[in-house]
Structures are given as structure tokens and as C-alpha cells.
């Protein structure tokens, strides 16, 4: 078969979307990856890149449009690397969604598992409560926005049309206070210079909105000045921040941070447990999402108010308590010391009794229920996108739980774990899909698997 060459010009057919939001397209059998790409297009696209079994490439021309394209109504998009899926129809973006989660059952567990439906938003836009903006300076200007695509290069964006409105104004605000105190930025390459994020949360039933501005050093000049200017320009801002992080490193937040202005925390609720969120705190993007995403867990989980439950990968607790007060007793284990205290704090805060909180892997979280003589009839999952380890997985089956509740941010990774829980003696009876992350390649599912048998 013959291989694109690297920048050849292809006409060709788009026939499917990847994981990663290209559409897929063959040039006498080889597959092309195209980015821009609408299933349904004939498109004429510029190969980028050309490897022994595939090509990459990028859409150059529409010569025949997809009934499911619709026009890009963001003028950073492809350049701008927060969405992937600008130009398709929502409704076929969820169906295709739906489709790649089920498919990645069939693929990767040999299981013909339905989706039996995907939770979907009431608006794709203006979701996210937080966002971070990396701070980058290009020919002697501040640019405020996002990275492109696979790479570190900072595309100005001041208006996200998945970011609350308010976050516009703060980034126009931060902009000119930068450039008129000439304030330095910081540069990856030669970890010099000044300023390194603009850090935004929102709370979307509080109304409350969160500043933290990342530095690489101990003060940032004209504070004072800031803080005024923000505090001007809207009254939700309750929290004002600084965090200093001053390593060689891509993780955006340091340890510390000081406040400025207000409280060192924001407030919101969730499926009605009030929450504070600090910079650090781990909270889903999409809040509403979330509520229907832990109320589809809490219907897998079938709760009767008895139940003793094990929410592992806890985190700061929500899952778990969304769920306390339609069960008997909540246990929950995290690896993070700050997240169990968190989780401790929102369980007082809420009046919830009947929850205890503990640092611990899932090994740890066995050996302390067998301490107290516990067996939970439920255990929750909520890993980190690369899913459970073979250990978590077989401890997890030890403890004999009735019921599995599993929710995944990837559906190659919770495929491949039902796999593992199947000869432990689990079979998945529910499958469901949530669009947390609209005009993004990303889904979440759930998946409910119950106890049949003895381990094989």
C-alpha cells in the first residue's frame, strides 16, 4: 500500500473521529488522522506527519461538508488546543461520545456492553469554573490565554467560550496591570522571569470567584494596585491570592500560598454539600454535570439506606457524600493527606455523622474495615485517568462487595479494568456515558458491576 509523503496534498473521506477528536480518513487503505476533520467530509488535507503505519494531517479544504459540520465560532480554533470538536454538531458530538464508550468495551474487554444513554448538558458553553492561563510574553507582548495543541506556545485568548463571562474582564484587567508596571513573565526555558499563571475558580450557586496569581519568586510588585482594580471590577471576587512556585516544572500550582485579599478559600455546593475550595482543592469543572454524573453512581449503586459504603480515590470526599445521608456508614480512603482533610472538613461542615475519613491506598483501606470488623456492600472507584492497578483491583475483590460502582474519565482504561474484575468475579449490568467536558474529545463514564460468583 502506498505511504503519504510529508507534506503530499490527499483528497479524502472522513469516516470516524479518533479518541482524540482527528477525523480518520484512508488514502488507498492507509489510515490519516486529520485534524479539522467532520465525519462525513471530503476534504482535501496536508499530510504533517507520515510514520510506517499511519499519517497525520491537517484540513485545508472543505470540497464536500458533513450534514454534522456546523460553523467554528471561535476565531482561536484549531490554534487554541482547549477544544477539538468546534465545528461538529453537539448532538452528533454526544452520539459519537456514547458510541467511543461502548466501542472501547468491544474493543478492549471483547464485551458487548450497551451505553444505555449519555448524560448531556443543558448548554455546551460557559461551563468550566475554573480555568488557567498560562502567562507568556511573544515579541515584547504579554499574552494571557492557552497552549496550542501538543506543544508550550501561548495563544492569546482573553474571551473563552467555555469559561464564565466574568473571567474575560479579570484577564483584560491583569493584562494591562502586567504591561503598565512593565511586571516580568516567566520563561520555561530559562526559569527567569516573574509571572507564571492566572489561576480563576468560580462557584457557580455562591456566585463567588477565587484570583490566585502563580509567581516564580516570594512577591509580586503593585499588589496593592491589583487588588484594587479586581475588587472594582466585580463584587463576586471574595479570595485574592498568591502562590509561589518556584521549581522547574510543568505543574502549575507550588505548596504555598498567601492571600491578598479575602478568605483563603471559595465556597460552592453540589449535590447539596456545601464545599470551600481552595486553589488546591480538587472540584469537577463542570459542577451541574457532576451533580447528574454522582447521581447516576447513586442509581447504579441501587441505595436502600443501609449500606456500608467504600469510596476510594475519595478525594475531598464528594462523591461519597453525595450519597451519605440514603446509607448506613461511609468510609473513605485517599492517598493525599490534605484531600482526607478536606474531606473531614466538608463532612463536619455538611452535619454528616456517618462518614469517617482515612489516609490509605486500597490496601490500607482493607486492613482498617477488617480492623473494625466492616464489610462494605458497596465500593466506589473514582481513579486518576490511567484507572486501577492489577493490586487495587484484586484487593477491591477480597473485600466481596455486592456492588462495584466505577466511574472513569477514560473509557479504554475503565474497559480494561472490567476485563481484570471479570474472573474476580464481577460482570458489568450497567454502562452510562457523561458529557462533563462539551466541544473537548473527553467523556466520563459509569459503570455498575455486581458480584456473581467466585473468582475463576
Known amino acids: 500500500m502506498p505511504t503519504p509523503r510529508k507534506n503530499q496534498t490527499l483528497t479524502l473521506k472522513i469516516e470516524a473521529l479518533t479518541a482524540e477528536g482527528s477525523?480518520?480518513?484512508?488514502?488507498?487503505?492507509?489510515?490519516?488522522?486529520?485534524?479539522?476533520?467532520?465525519?462525513?467530509?471530503?476534504?482535501?488535507?496536508?499530510?504533517?506527519?507520515?510514520?510506517?503505519?499511519?499519517?497525520?494531517?491537517?484540513?485545508?479544504?472543505?470540497?464536500?461538508?458533513?450534514?454534522?459540520?456546523?460553523?467554528?465560532?471561535?476565531?482561536?480554533?484549531?490554534?487554541?488546543?482547549?477544544?477539538?470538536?468546534?465545528?461538529?454538531?453537539?448532538?452528533?458530538?454526544?452520539?459519537?461520545?456514547?458510541?467511543?464508550?461502548?466501542?472501547?468495551?468491544?474493543?478492549?474487554?471483547?464485551?458487548?456492553?450497551?451505553?444505555?444513554?449519555?448524560?448531556?448538558?443543558?448548554?455546551a458553553e460557559r461551563y468550566r469554573n475554573k480555568a488557567q492561563y498560562p502567562v507568556a510574553c511573544v515579541d515584547k507582548k504579554v499574552q494571557i490565554g492557552f497552549y496550542?495543541?501538543?506543544?508550550?506556545?501561548?495563544?492569546?485568548?482573553?474571551?473563552?467560550?467555555?469559561?464564565?463571562?466574568?473571567?474575560?474582564?479579570?484577564?483584560?484587567?491583569?493584562?494591562?496591570?502586567?504591561?503598565?508596571?512593565?511586571?516580568?513573565?516567566?520563561?520555561?526555558?530559562?526559569?527567569?522571569?516573574?509571572?507564571?499563571?492566572?489561576?480563576?475558580?468560580?462557584?457557580?450557586?455562591?456566585?463567588?470567584?477565587m484570583v490566585c496569581v502563580v509567581i516564580n519568586g516570594g512577591v509580586l510588585p503593585h499588589a496593592d494596585t491589583l487588588v484594587a482594580r479586581l475588587l472594582e471590577l466585580h463584587a463576586g471576587i471574595s479570595s485574592i491570592q498568591l502562590n509561589r512556585n518556584t521549581e522547574r516544572t510543568n505543574v502549575i500550582l507550588g505548596a504555598h500560598c498567601t492571600v491578598l485579599w479575602g478568605a483563603p478559600y471559595i465556597m460552592d455546593t453540589l449535590c447539596g454539600i456545601r464545599v470551600r475550595l481552595s486553589p488546591q482543592s480538587f472540584y469537577q469543572v463542570n459542577r451541574d454535570m457532576a451533580e447528574r454524573l454522582y447521581g447516576k453512581a447513586a442509581e447504579f449503586a441501587g441505595l436502600t439506606g443501609q449500606e456500608t459504603v467504600l469510596d476510594l480515590y475519595c478525594g475531598t470526599g464528594l462523591i461519597g457524600l453525595s450519597m451519605a445521608r440514603r446509607i448506613?456508614?461511609?468510609?473513605?480512603?485517599?492517598?493525599?493527606?490534605?484531600?482526607?482533610?478536606?474531606?473531614?472538613?466538608?463532612?463536619?461542615?455538611?452535619?454528616?455523622?456517618?462518614?469517617?475519613?482515612?489516609?490509605?491506598?486500597?490496601?490500607?483501606?482493607?486492613?482498617?474495615?477488617?480492623?473494625?470488623?466492616?464489610?462494605?456492600?458497596?465500593?466506589?472507584?473514582?481513579?486518576?485517568?490511567?484507572?486501577?492497578?492489577?493490586?487495587?483491583?484484586?484487593?477491591?475483590?477480597?473485600?466481596?462487595?455486592?456492588?462495584?460502582?466505577?466511574?472513569?474519565?477514560?473509557?479504554?482504561?475503565?474497559?480494561?479494568?472490567?476485563?481484570?474484575?471479570r474472573p474476580l468475579g464481577y460482570t458489568v449490568r450497567r454502562l452510562a456515558a457523561a458529557d462533563l467536558f462539551p466541544r473537548t474529545s473527553h467523556v466520563e463514564s459509569v459503570c455498575l458491576l455486581v458480584r456473581t460468583g467466585d473468582a475463576v
Not at 520555561?188 to 475558580?201: F, M, P, Q, S
Not at 489516609?359 to 482493607?366: N, V
Open 23 to 123: 477525523g480518520v480518513g484512508r488514502s488507498e487503505g492507509f489510515a490519516v488522522f486529520v485534524r479539522g476533520g467532520v465525519p462525513g467530509d471530503e476534504v482535501e488535507a496536508h499530510v504533517i506527519k507520515a510514520k510506517k503505519h499511519y499519517a497525520v494531517a491537517k484540513v485545508t479544504r472543505v470540497l464536500s461538508a458533513s450534514p454534522h459540520r456546523i460553523p467554528n465560532d471561535c476565531p482561536l480554533f484549531p490554534r487554541c488546543g482547549g477544544c477539538a470538536l468546534r465545528e461538529l454538531e453537539y448532538g452528533f458530538e454526544a452520539e459519537e461520545k456514547q458510541r467511543r464508550v461502548e466501542d472501547a468495551f468491544r474493543r478492549l474487554a471483547h464485551m458487548e456492553v450497551p451505553c444505555e444513554e449519555i448524560l448531556t448538558p443543558a448548554a
Open 148 to 209: 496550542a495543541p501538543r506543544s508550550h506556545r501561548v495563544i492569546d485568548c482573553t474571551d473563552c467560550l467555555l469559561q464564565p463571562a466574568e473571567f474575560a474582564e479579570i484577564v483584560r484587567v491583569f493584562r494591562t496591570f502586567l504591561e503598565e508596571f512593565d511586571i516580568s513573565v516567566y520563561n520555561a526555558d530559562t526559569h527567569e522571569g516573574l509571572v507564571r499563571h492566572l489561576y480563576l475558580r468560580k462557584g457557580f450557586v455562591s456566585g463567588e470567584i
Open 328 to 421: 448506613g456508614r461511609l468510609y473513605g480512603a485517599e492517598i493525599v493527606p490534605e484531600a482526607v482533610e478536606d474531606a473531614r472538613r466538608n463532612a463536619a461542615e455538611n452535619g454528616i455523622e456517618n462518614a469517617e475519613f482515612f489516609c490509605g491506598d486500597a490496601g490500607d483501606a482493607s486492613a482498617r474495615l477488617q480492623t473494625l470488623g466492616v464489610h462494605p456492600d458497596v465500593v466506589l472507584l473514582d481513579p486518576p485517568r490511567k484507572g486501577c492497578g492489577e493490586q487495587v483491583l484484586e484487593t477491591v475483590a477480597a473485600m466481596q462487595p455486592q456492588k462495584i460502582v466505577y466511574i472513569s474519565c477514560d473509557p479504554a482504561t475503565l474497559a480494561r479494568d472490567c476485563a481484570r474484575l
